[in-house]
């Protein structure tokens, strides 16, 4: 399928990921072919220039109507619940995660769709493999997130045995961005950190210091959406749920990077509920599949990471001033 003729509709445009991941698309899709799908949380900014229209995932109509009016052929389906507003309110997580997929998927089957859908390492749990967690690996999820991403991945794996469609989805870890608020992850200590440090506060950080969990910057994750659902289909053995790595470090190395920078920040560990949930992932991921099969690297390490989020928020912030 050409560029030109790509008709996107990005759901969950207006959270964290969508936020980037949809101008990224319309820089190459053209403004006007990427769809920018809100639900509670209006678009503002840059995601105003295109087509921009309210889509209740839980709701099918919505999404038909969005895939009649823009012509759509591909879906970025993103909109979802976190895992800590997930522990909060598992019957939403449910109904948004696992229902929303559903209708998500039943659409794609009905006008021939190709979707991305991510996963997340919230899939595995305390038996899993703790270290370089392989591709293929036990997925024992303890928090309701984690068990509609496991529900998720074998949901699509159905459709495309089944209908055939074109699903593509990588298992996103903790992702930092500089653009979007924290969202109700278990990873957005690491980026409330870095608004602290900025604003020359004291940060309460809600898990401990030797917490070490897989993050990833947020170019990495714009890029390795794009990479997969421009790769090959006929290398591609998993096609969802590629585990994905960027960099991992504890919440104390991150905040001691950002000290290099700005050398009176001051961090204090209060771990709350979020700390078990820390605990039941991943501190590695081996993504050698992905590597193998679609030619996946991350780019950005913790150092050219931290430099990049504090010179972006402090430009953020003064034009805000």
């Not at 679609?294 to 805000?320: A, F, H, I, Q, T």
Request: glycine residues 6%; hydrophobic residues 35%; contains cysteine.
């Amino acid at each position: 399928m050409s560029k030109k003729s790509k008709r996107i509709l990005v759901t969950g445009a207006t959270g964290q990921i969508g936020s980037e991941l949809t101008p990224a698309l319309r820089k190459i899709y053209g403004e006007s072919n990427v769809i920018a799908g809100y639900h509670k949380r209006k678009p503002t900014g840059s995601l105003l220039k295109g087509p921009c229209v309210y889509i209740d995932v839980c709701n099918r109509k919505t999404i038909e109507q969005a895939i009649k009016e823009y012509d759509i052929d591909t879906i970025y389906h993103l909109a979802a619940i976190l895992s800590a507003i997930g522990e909060k309110n598992p019957q939403l997580a449910w109904r948004v995660n696992v229902e929303g997929l559903y209708n998500v998927l039943e659409v794609a089957k009905e006008y021939d769709l190709r979707v991305f859908w991510p996963s997340s390492i919230a899939v595995f749990g305390p038996k899993t493999p703790k270290y370089n967690t392989p591709q293929d690996t036990i997925l024992c999820p303890t928090t309701m997130y984690g068990i509609t991403k496991v529900t998720g991945e074998l949901l699509c794996r159905y459709y495309i045995d089944k209908y055939g469609l074109d699903i593509r989805g990588v298992r996103y870890p903790g992702v930092i961005s500089s653009e979007t608020l924290p969202g109700g992850g278990t990873t957005d200590y690491a980026v409330e950190m870095f608004y602290a440090a900025i604003k020359h506060e004291k940060y309460i950080c809600f898990v401990r210091e030797d917490t070490v969990l897989p993050m990833m910057y947020m170019p990495d994750a714009i890029r390795a959406a794009i990479m997969l659902m421009n790769a090959d289909s006929s290398k591609l053995t998993y096609i969802v749920g590629y585990n994905v790595s960027g960099v991992s470090f504890s919440a104390g190395e991150l905040a001691s990077e950002i000290k290099k920078y700005i050398p009176d920040f001051k961090v204090e560990y209060k771990p709350d509920f979020r700390q078990k949930i820390a605990d039941s992932w991943p501190k590695t991921i081996d993504d050698s599949v992905a590597r193998k099969e679609w030619g996946w690297k991350p780019k950005w390490n913790l150092e050219n990471m931290v430099k990049d989020m504090l010179e972006k928020l402090k430009r953020k912030l003064l034009s805000l001033t």
